[in-house]
């Protein structure tokens, strides 16, 4: 975060890897079980059967990455506009 950020904007961010820590290590996992056969074979195709040793592995890493960045930027997003929405009310005369 950056040094002059206010106290709001340190505990969304918080929240925010936080959740897409956990979302990373729950769903990223069941969305390999279903695709690691076709991860394999793509890359055994394509690429080798040396490479297909190592498909397994990447292919959770490269899902639990793009996960954790999505629900990290979803959940960032959502709380900002709640934030902003309870800010416009209090606001309002």
């Given amino acids: 975060m950056a040094r002059g950020s206010s106290a709001y904007t340190r505990a969304v961010g918080g929240i925010a890897f936080t959740t897409g820590l956990g ?52 959940v960032s997003a959502l709380l900002a506009a709640v934030g902003l929405r309870l800010v416009s009310r209090s606001l309002r005369p």
């Fill in 23 to 74: 979302a990373a290590y729950f769903v990223a996992s069941v969305i390999h079980a279903g695709t690691v056969a076709w991860a394999m074979a793509f890359s055994a195709t394509y690429y080798g059967p040396e490479a297909a040793r190592w498909a397994d592995s990447g292919w959770l890493a490269v899902l639990g990455l793009v996960v954790f960045f999505a629900v990290k930027g979803l």
